[in-house]
T-cell receptor, first 112, second 115 residues
């Protein structure tokens, strides 16, 4: 199932700089996109979401951008902190459905 | 802060045996889910459950799998006769609503090892 793809398996960034995580999707029926963060030995934790009718949503240090024509979204973390080191998953859902369709994840390492 | 609890954290079983993975969803949530992640692969949806019945299931969720909410707090996933390829991390999740942004809250997972 390649409907949601995260092409960068890993990302390394210096503390205080911006982390940019990318996600592409193929199914134009998706209505909502979510980002989850996962630490080792824990379940995914919800971070931020965006509706397909918007192009930007911001929550503190986290901003998600959606380019619907390109079927692309990105998560910006500014400034990055060592505690942000985790695996980040992009997920998508349909308004009428229940399931989340996940990307493969991007492992972020924030260096002090 | 309310959380989804899963037990056991690690389950080891022999091929062909039945296993039951247990979850306690967040108490006021109405929708319940199971996902799995095979090592090195994506998190995959298995099944969603609402109002005491399955609302959606994936191709993975065949006759070997079943879910149940035996009481007001537990939500279980049973694998009737485990196969080697069932070895994975199984995540339970719950949400207050369905559709929309559908924020699902995940447990820490049960690692199932089938030998």
């Amino acid at each position: 199932d390649q409907q949601v793809k995260q092409n960068s398996p890993s990302l390394s960034v210096q503390e205080g700089r911006i982390s940019i995580l990318n996600c592409d999707y193929t199914n134009s029926m998706f209505d909502y996109f979510l980002w989850y963060k996962k630490y080792p030995a824990e379940g995914p934790t919800f971070l931020i979401s965006i509706s397909s009718i918007k192009d930007k949503n911001e929550d503190g240090r986290f901003t998600v951008f959606l380019n619907k024509s390109a079927k692309h979204l990105s998560l910006h973390i500014v400034p990055s902190q060592p505690g942000d080191s985790a695996v980040y998953f992009c997920a998508a859902s349909k308004a009428a459905g229940n399931k989340l369709t996940f990307g493969g994840g991007t492992r972020v390492l924030v260096k002090p | 802060e309310p959380e989804v609890t899963q037990t056991p954290s690690h389950q080891v079983t022999q091929m062909g045996q039945e296993v039951i993975l247990r979850c306690v969803p967040i108490s006021n949530h109405l929708y319940f889910y199971w996902y799995r992640q095979i090592l090195g692969q994506k998190v995959e949806f298995l099944v969603s459950f609402y109002n005491n019945e399955i609302s959606e299931k994936s191709e993975i969720f065949d006759d070997q799998f079943s879910v149940e909410r035996p009481d007001g707090s537990n939500f279980t996933l049973k694998i009737r006769s485990t196969k080697l390829e069932d070895s994975a991390m199984y995540f339970c999740a719950s949400s207050m609503t369905s559709g929309g942004a559908n924020i699902q809250y995940f447990g820490a997972g049960t690692r199932l090892s089938v030998l």
